[in-house]
């Protein structure tokens, strides 16, 4: 598969001493879906915010279709953003309140002169809103007129309007009602299906993360604790850390229901990240040298690094017998 993204040893640190970012390294094939997982303030949504671009990196490079993106000018970066858009979480305020769905998603085709007149933007934005299962009838509706799954699907379809052989997509669902996640989580798979797109898929959500991730990245302050293709990854997750965020998702079958790992306290502050492995104050097997020596991310299988000195080729649930939370 060719690479389409290759981020390389990034790092973002905020005032000096927030480490919101430390080093993370992943590449994205074309078509792929790449789900990056982890609590809030794990350094996700940073990820995301400087693949976009929408911030410099203090350190490392950002690679996309082999050109190095890391600092670039103003003008390159228009023309990057025809490669790669965005959906952002909430589709109450990312929307111009005073833009009707039609200005909205042909918004991105006016920036870039790819539209020619306002009969020719009201005929594209009428079929921009069919291809995401709206009435052409709602173009001068208003985005307040739209129900919140309705409005993520203009935000959607916005986003694919130029065509971006990349979309970086940040909880794209979690401000949406369950009930029409998974209308908007088809309507995202339907169109990466036809358009050939791929997805950065930020989210906390493992059952969302399981329909639609190809590959699992887990982040923990900052970092990647764990990358591996999603089956191998939902089979048995090597870092104690993913297989607590796996444990606290329900299970559809009794059988398959994990030991339920509960960690203890919060993620610590990224302005003092612990010594050695920084999931070390909470991890359920933690040893002494998981205190002073930081675990490399190397491969525990096929295609599958975890960043954990106990990483090995059973499940970690069968080592926490002794550990486990009532
Ligand atoms: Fe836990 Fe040690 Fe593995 Fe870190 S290296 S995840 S502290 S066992
Ligand atoms: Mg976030």
Redesign the pocket.
Known sequence: MNKLLEVTDLKKIFGGSVRAVDGVSFSLAERETLALVGESGCGKSTVSRLILRLTNPTQGTIRFEGKDITRISQGALKSIRREIQFVFQDPFSSLDPRMTAGEIVTEPLSVHGLVRNGRERRSTAERLLQAVGLSSKHVDNWPRQFSGGQRQRLGIIRAFALGPRLIVADEPVSALDVSVRSQVINILQDMQEDKGTAYLFISHDMATVRHMADRVAVMYLGKI?ELAPKTSFFAGPQ???AEALLSAVPASHPSKRRRRILLAGDPPSPISIPS??R??TR?P???D??KSSE?PLKPVADNHLA?????QAWPIASRLKDVDAP
């Open positions: 604790v870092h104690p850390y050695g492995c999931f070390h991890c097997i933690a040893q040298v998981c675990p960043a954990c000195h106990f990483a």
